[in-house]
């Protein structure tokens, strides 16, 4: 197990955790404030895509670092564990040398960028 695969089972733990917390929250009483704080996991998670997306070479569908819709807290927790998910199984896989490939991709906003695989992880 390299060191990418213990931090991305943690963060994997981590979120399952964070989003348990928010579930906690009654939202009727607290929707402004529940609500805020799903969007903000959901830009987190997000951003997770959009460099999965540039981790694998393919278009990551996203035009702005966070979505119009607010999801369900219950959507939200399924879309964050299989992403999750994938993260731990793609970092198992690489070695230091594919780590330090540099990626060449886009940014939401248009700007070209440039970083390895381990700067992005």
Known sequence: ???FTALFRFKSW????LLDALGIIDAASHT???KAAVRTVNHLHVVD???RGHLQGVPHGFAATNTPHTP?????RQSVAAVDDWYVRYVSARGETQ???QIQFTFTDGDTGRMTRQEIL
Not at 14 to 17: L, Q
Not at 72 to 76: I, Q, R
């Open 72 to 76: 369900t807290l219950a959507e939200l």
């Open 99 to 101: 780590l330090a490939e």
């Open 49 to 51: 895509q959009i460099f």
């Open 32 to 34: 402004a404030e529940h």
């Open 14 to 17: 981590a979120d399952a955790e």
């Open 1 to 3: 197990m390299n060191d």
